[in-house]
């Protein structure tokens, strides 16, 4: 960094400028547009005598502090040096908004984030740095002029628009000799966003879909149903909406006797065997504790019931082998079906009433929700 120092006190600023697209017309305008005009030139001629002048030292110091709790800030030192990166940093500093509207300032700036990028700092270092030299600044000016609230604001005001013009020229600096590797770098972001999007709608222990996406999947759903939805829901036409609630028999019991952890593999076996019966379409997702929710598109209330036999089934005849033992599950199913209207917590609420009915009934049977208006007892399939 230190060389890049030397080269850029006789760098061609103007040759600098073009390579990456800078002429003066340019430099107007990205100048015009953050709002910078010569009243801050005078502002942080100011900063630069009555603020920085002093303390150039003591805020790289105390920059440099913060920096280092960086994992990323090994690389400063292992690439250019940390001594070379702070006497850069007083330069900038004693240089802070001179003459910013010219092809020098412009291209010395472009060209010091160009060689940083090419020693392979990461831009998220070099942004951080414009960032605390603000706020030192700002912390430094409202110490040094609280009695003048006068003067505080229009530096403040300077200081942002400044450190807005290096954020601005740091990340064009940046683009032009590494665009191969921001691009891989951007990619690995799209990545690494999707995989924690994924993790955070993801049920941990069953890999199926958790409360949080399991309620907003509904939501989307219902309102599509309700889109499509004929007035007359006998008519054949229409996305018909079923939900299934199901929950496990006596779960209780299965932990008390062999463990939670025991009683973990219980309910990955039953997640799966959910899985295995629905169609590839269907939206299976834990509601919470031992209690799953199976969102059912372009079905009405005969086929809901069928693949709901299906589930209970599977799970019956299907006991979870676990070294020695063989443990027998069963689970209690209530199956609801969208009216016209209906929100997600009415229809989860008459499916859940029909499940608990189940139970009621002798546990490991389905049964189907009344509507809101029919007092009869529910049926069992």
Known sequence: MENILKNNQHHDSDATCAAFGFDNARIKEAVSMLGLGAEHGKL???????????????FVESGCAALARERSFALIERNIGIESFRKA???????YGQEFNTCGYF???LAIAAASARAKIPLSILLLQHCLTQQMLITEVSVKFAENTSTVQPLIECILKLTSLHLYLTAEGYHLPEIGELRKALENLRKETSRLHQEASIDQLTGMINYASLMESLEH????????MPKNQKDPGGNLL?????DLDFFKDINDTYGHVVGDFVLRHVASRLQAAVRDFDIVGRFGGEEFVIIMT?????????IAERIRKGVMDTPLHLKELTIRVTISLGVAM?????????LLERADTAMYEAKKAGRNRVMIAKDADDS???PEL
């Open 89 to 95: 940093w007083i330069h900038r500093l004693q240089c």
């Open 44 to 58: 942080a001629e100011r900063i630069r005598s009555e603020i920085i002048n002093e303390k150039a030292d003591v």
């Open 242 to 246: 079923c939900v299934i609630m199901t």
């Open 107 to 109: 291209g010395e700036r």
């Open 221 to 228: 759903q219902i309102t599509i149903a309700h889109k499509e």
């Open 298 to 306: 372009h079905a009405n209330l005969e086929l809901a019931k069928v």
């Open 376 to 378: 009869r007892t529910l």
């Open 338 to 346: 969208l009216r016209q209207g209906e929100r997600k917590e009415a």
